[in-house]
């Protein structure tokens, strides 16, 4: 693979012809010729240019058009086992939607859209769903873990092997996501938790004091 100077170089030596067009693509080959090759600038230059060249070599879009299909395929059942566990949980302590949601740290369009489903879903149908989408989970955690594998072995030229011991592999890669999303989503209570409103709602001294002086001078 040619280096991106190189590949300049070999682009600038090309004689130009006496189009206008011509002219103008010859000076700024030289000019990404001089930007590319100076100093600390081409080092950089050069990762991008090779970061670009391979992800064109891979297919890098498919792949990752790839992976998030399956990412997307994989949070469908999980969504659901998650939205119906929780109305089951309100349907059992007889609670609210909303404190529910509240208290499982979801905020924004989720929360209210957690809320309304876990509102909606009582019964018999909960409880059906809810086996069926921890019915589903295991396979598209098994689904996702090939394609990751798949994935990093195309990226990295690396033969694509099978996957040792699929369903304790599937298990254990199943287990690693569900606390990978509790974790992240655990950010949202905790930062409320360890929130000072008494500094964030009321102004000190100093500030009053500005804001009055701001006002007067306005006035």
């Keep these: 693979m040619q280096s991106l100077a190189e590949q300049l170089a070999e682009l600038s030596s090309r004689p130009a012809g006496d189009i206008r067009i011509e002219r103008a693509r010859?000076?700024?080959?030289?000019?990404?010729?001089?930007?590319?090759?100076?100093g600390p600038l081409e080092p950089v230059a050069e990762i991008g240019w090779r970061t670009f060249r391979r992800?064109?070599?891979?297919?890098?879009?498919?792949?990752?058009a790839a992976l998030a299909y399956r990412i997307f395929a994989w949070l469908l059942p999980f969504l659901l086992a998650?939205?119906?566990a929780l109305a089951l949980a309100i349907d059992q302590t007889e609670g609210s939607s909303g404190e529910a949601v509240t208290d499982a740290g979801l905020t924004g369009f989720v929360a209210s859209s957690a809320a309304d489903a876990a509102a909606g879903s009582r019964g018999w149908a909960v409880a059906i769903g809810l086996v069926g989408a921890l019915f589903v989970l295991p396979y598209q955690s098994s689904a996702l873990l090939r394609a990751v594998r798949a994935v990093t072995a195309l990226a990295w030229d690396m033969p694509v092997t099978r996957v040792p011991s699929p369903t304790?592999?599937?298990?254990?890669f199943l287990g690693w996501l569900v606390a990978f999303v509790v974790v992240a989503g655990s950010a949202a209570p905790i930062r409320r938790s360890l929130a000072f409103p008494s500094c964030r709602t009321r102004p000190n001294a100093g500030q009053s004091s500005f804001r009055g002086q701001w006002l007067s001078a306005s006035a």
């Design 168 to 172: 304790r592999s599937s298990l254990l």
């Design 82 to 84: 998650a939205v119906l």
């Design 26 to 38: 010859a000076r700024s080959i030289e000019l990404a010729h001089r930007a590319t090759t100076w």
């Design 55 to 64: 992800d064109a070599a891979i297919g890098g879009s498919v792949l990752g």
